[in-house]
């Protein structure tokens, strides 16, 4: 892998899971595309934002704790060695900063300060794009 202009990792580029993606897109029910594609992380995420915005912390938690391990394994299968940018910009991308942010903002609702903080810190570490297009989530 290359390095980028600073001397640091190259940016980090998920691929796409297309059928997933339409599948979101189209409306289908976030519930039926996260179990036909566990992998897919803006699944997770768009059913950690739904729950955060009713209400449900808890299922929060578990929808974002779900999508930001999937991403994870995701990131490392495609060379991420545990810091470097994942771009916002990258579409694919996206789900999982999703469930980064989410978990985040669960672990705060919930009083799990230090875990709150390094979602925040891994976040902006990641994508400062990204953490600036969620932070009014």
Not at 7 to 23: C, I, K, S, V, Y
Not at 56 to 64: K, T
Not at 74 to 97: Q, T, V
Not at 127 to 137: C, F, I, M, N
């Amino acid at each position: 892998m290359s390095q980028n202009l600073l001397g640091g990792p190259a940016p980090t580029l998920l691929p796409d899971l297309p059928e997933a993606t339409r599948l979101l897109a189209d409306g289908t029910d976030p519930y039926e595309v996260a179990a036909k594609f566990p992998a897919h992380p803006a699944a997770w995420g768009v059913l950690a934002e739904r729950a955060f915005a009713k209400g449900s912390v808890i299922d929060c938690y578990a929808y974002a704790r779900t999508g930001y391990h999937r991403g994870l394994d995701a990131l490392r299968r495609n060379g991420w060695k545990g810091h470097g940018p994942i771009p916002w910009e990258h579409e694919p991308n996206r789900g999982f900063l999703r469930c980064l942010n989410a978990l985040g903002k669960a672990a705060a609702a919930i009083g799990e300060d230090e875990e709150a903080e390094r979602c925040k810190t891994f976040l902006s570490d990641s994508s400062a794009t990204a953490a600036e297009a969620l932070s009014g989530q």
